[in-house]
């Protein structure tokens, strides 16, 4: 069965960082296309950074610069660093893997995810 298990939200002050953490099991992260997402109150989720299965990534461009998101084959692990945040960054993030090594759309669709961690709130405050 597969798991996806975000940690490493918090609440933190304009400008400041975070670095979130995404443990797999029954999924290999390494090979497949994984992502980040956020959902912030009253709004669609939308998606933030993503990884193909060859390595290469990404990002929306409200999050371009400030955002890096990376894996750890040998731990199967998604991180998504997070720097200079702001409070438009306030929301629930979630990390997502797909079945596939390619991305099917633009790999910022939810659509195109086929696993979800439950989520992890991330507050900025200015």
């Known amino acids: 069965q597969v798991q996806l298990v975000e940690s490493g939200g918090g609440s933190v002050q304009a400008g400041g960082s975070l670095r979130l953490s995404c443990a797999a099991t029954a999924v290999t992260v390494g090979n497949s296309v994984v992502g980040w997402f956020r959902q912030a109150p009253g709004k669609e989720r939308e998606g933030v950074a993503t990884?193909?299965?060859?390595?290469?990534?990404k990002y929306a461009d409200s999050v371009k610069g400030r955002f890096t998101a990376s894996r750890d084959s040998a731990k199967n692990t998604l991180y998504l660093q997070m720097s200079n945040l702001k409070p438009e960054d306030t929301a629930v993030y979630y990390c997502?893997?797909?079945?596939?090594?390619?991305?099917?759309?633009?790999?910022?669709?939810?659509?195109?995810?086929?696993?979800w961690g439950q989520g992890t709130q991330v507050a900025v405050s200015s």
């Open positions: 990884i193909n299965g060859f390595g290469t990534t």
């Open positions: 997502a893997a797909s079945s596939f090594q390619r991305w099917r759309t633009s790999g910022l669709f939810a659509d195109e995810y086929d696993y």
